[in-house]
């Protein structure tokens, strides 16, 4: 700390008699909102921008995705989104890849865009876990040449 630093933190020492207001962390909120023509997008689009702190607002209308970046609390972007009389959710999809069992009853959506499966509660998750062997014995057990032989027989 330079003395601009240790003169800076203390003021801030002395003048605590007043409350500390707590910084925002800068986040990004991706929400997943019912939009059909270039009006609904604008319309949401405006509402959102509106909210203090917010950076940027990205709508992607294919998807029905809005991603909201800026010192912004989802909650607060939800209710918004929620105001302009649209339906809307905090986005429920995951990449597929990051999912044990992708095509599980629980986790497939027909309605999730390309590459995308139903985020699931590990709580409420009824699927049974998936145990990956990335040892190469596991791997080399079975030859790819002969399906009908393995190297334990």
Same mark, same amino acid.
């Not at 912004?72 to 809307?88: C, I, P, Y």
């Not at 959710?89 to 995308?116: F, H, R, T």
């Given at each position: 700390?330079?003395?601009?630093?240790? !003169?800076?933190?203390? /003021?801030?020492?002395? &003048?605590?008699?007043?409350? =500390? $207001?707590?910084? %925002?962390?800068?986040? @990004?909120?991706?929400?997943?909102?019912?939009?059909?023509?270039?009006?609904?997008?604008?319309?949401?689009?405006?509402? !959102?921008?509106?909210? /203090?702190?917010?950076? &940027?607002?990205?709508?992607? =209308? $294919?998807?029905? %995705?809005?991603?909201? @970046?800026?010192?912004?609390?989802?909650?607060?972007?939800?209710?918004?989104?929620?105001?302009?009389?649209?339906?809307?959710?905090i986005?429920?999809?995951?990449?597929?890849?990051?999912v044990s069992?992708?095509?599980?009853?629980?986790?497939?959506?027909?309605?999730?865009?390309?590459?995308?499966?139903?985020?699931?509660?590990?709580n409420?998750?009824?699927t049974?876990?998936?145990?990956?062997?990335?040892?190469?014995?596991?791997i080399?057990?079975?030859?790819?040449?002969?399906?009908?032989?393995?190297?334990?027989?």
């Amino acid at each position: 700390m330079g003395l601009g630093g240790t !003169l800076e933190y203390i /003021s801030d020492i002395m &003048s605590s008699d007043k409350p =500390r $207001k707590k910084k %925002k962390q800068f986040n @990004t909120v991706e929400l997943k909102v019912r939009m059909d023509c270039d009006g609904c997008e604008l319309k949401v689009k405006k509402a !959102l921008s509106s909210l /203090s702190g917010v950076k &940027s607002v990205e709508i992607n =209308r $294919k998807q029905q %995705k809005v991603t909201v @970046t800026g010192y912004v609390e989802a909650n607060k972007v939800l209710k918004k989104a929620k105001s302009t009389g649209k339906k809307a959710e905090i986005w429920p999809y995951v990449p597929y890849n990051l999912v044990s069992q992708p095509y599980a009853a629980a986790a497939y959506d027909k309605k999730a865009p390309p590459g995308y499966v139903r985020r699931l509660d590990h709580n409420n998750s009824t699927t049974a876990t998936v145990a990956r062997y990335d040892d190469p014995a596991y791997i080399n057990m079975f030859s790819d040449d002969n399906p009908n032989a393995c190297s334990i027989m």
